[in-house]
Nanobody, 124 residues
Framework: QVQLVESGGGLVQAGGSLRLSCAAS????????MGWFRQAPGKEREFLAA????????YYADSVKGRFTISRDNAKRTVYLQMNSLKPEDTAVYYC?????????????????WGQGTQVTVSS
């Protein structure tokens, strides 16, 4: 499994922006599809975005399409989630995930490695 460490969470006002980063420890990171999920208190983990190993293919949940952008820098073994026009309902713990495949996926069960999560709080 690859170790993942998220950063960049925090407190932001509604309408603001944050960029989350996820650093991977493994050399094979560049051959893995990556994803971002979130989990709010009392709710199930929700898929947000995924990106293929090359970065040429991305997929987004309808709830964040047009507001969030996933990208990756394989030289830095890092995947990013740029979040714009944040809303109070975006408040959650955000998780980075990796799967042992180059192809994107949207189910949490398709990802075998997870970070510890980073808290994002959006105030109204």
């Amino acid at each position: 499994q690859v170790q993942l460490v998220e950063s960049g969470g925090g407190l932001v006002q509604a309408g603001g922006s944050l960029r989350l980063s996820c650093a991977a420890s493994e050399r094979t990171y560049s051959s893995r599809a990556m994803g971002w999920f979130r989990q709010a208190p009392g709710k199930e983990r929700e898929f947000l975005a995924a990106i293929s190993w090359s970065g040429t293919s991305t997929y987004y949940a309808d709830s964040v399409k047009g507001r969030f952008t996933i990208s990756r820098d394989n030289a830095k073994r890092t995947v990013y989630l740029q979040m714009n026009s944040l809303k109070p309902e975006d408040t959650a713990v955000y998780y980075c995930a990796a799967r042992s495949s180059t192809v994107t996926a949207t189910k949490s069960t398709d990802f075998g490695s997870w970070g510890q999560g980073t808290q994002v709080t959006v105030s109204s």
